[in-house]
């Protein structure tokens, strides 16, 4: 069985057709989704649709760019909305100073309501992190003094002395289509020499479709590919990583059981 840890099945592209979309994950062999919230707006329909499909999770959390338009998202909030059995992680939040859609104090204050968030429910924390890597390490680092909480970075793009400071810290690395392209040397020589027990494999639908699918969009089914290749990179059965990637993601996500 293959999960995919991070998609956005209610995002354009997949919801007009999101039935279909989930058909064709189950025949792809893809046993769990976790469909991830990026704005308040949006948490009543991702939570929805986790509802009423057995295979799919959500969480809730503020994307980084989206911090400007949520200063009200505090922790209290998250906690509130996280209370529900469907509910099994928080975010996704972090830093993206690429595009800083939002001003990056307004994001680093939100990224630590999030991990208080994550420090009060138990629940596994969602990083997003564009172009901010020290700043983003040194709040995990300054939260984690404060308390213990678990995470994953996802959609890593980060350097490897960036993988292995977050896993220094306890979090998992996930890994989505990018590793596909051939402009991802540097990705793919840190996913080859990940741990097994540190790693996540996810689409981030309806965004960067793996090949063989580039210039389409993206959709849980399409973490078989992703899968494949990087068994392939890591020398590897796609049996042997499908095996470890759902394991970890039940160890992380311990409220799906």
Not at 102 to 115: L, M
Not at 124 to 152: F, K, N
């Amino acid at each position: 069985m293959l999960i995919d840890s991070h998609c956005h099945l209610n995002y354009k592209g997949l919801i007009e057709d999101q039935v279909n979309v989930l058909e064709r994950s189950r025949a792809a062999g893809v046993g769990l989704m976790l469909n991830i919230a990026t704005r308040e707006s949006e948490w009543d329909a991702v939570l929805d649709t986790a509802i009423r499909e057995p295979d799919v999770w959500a969480t809730v959390g503020i994307h980084p760019h989206e911090a400007d338009e949520h200063p009200h998202v505090d922790t209290a909030k998250l906690v509130e909305r996280a209370a529900h059995p469907r509910v099994v992680g928080i975010g996704e939040t972090g830093l993206d100073y690429y595009y800083d859609h939002s001003d990056r104090e307004r994001q680093q204050r939100s990224f630590r309501a999030h991990i208080a968030a994550c420090r009060q429910t138990g629940l596994p924390l969602i990083v997003h992190t564009r172009d901010a890597e020290d700043d983003t390490l040194a709040i995990m680092r300054e939260e984690m003094e404060q308390g213990a909480y678990s995470g994953v970075i996802h959609c890593f793009t980060a350097s490897g002395a960036f993988a292995d400071a977050a896993m220094a810290l306890g979090f998992y690395i996930s890994i989505s289509g990018i590793v596909t392209f051939k402009s991802a040397k540097d990705l793919q020589e840190t996913a080859a020499r990940l741990p097994l027990d540190r790693l996540l494999i996810e689409t981030d639908s309806p965004f960067l479709a793996p090949v063989p699918h580039r210039g389409k969009p993206c959709e849980p089914a399409y973490v078989a590919d992703t899968a494949r290749f990087l068994a392939t990179l890591r020398g590897e059965s796609v049996e042997q990583l499908a095996a470890a990637t759902s394991a970890n993601f039940h160890t992380l996500f311990s409220k799906v059981a």
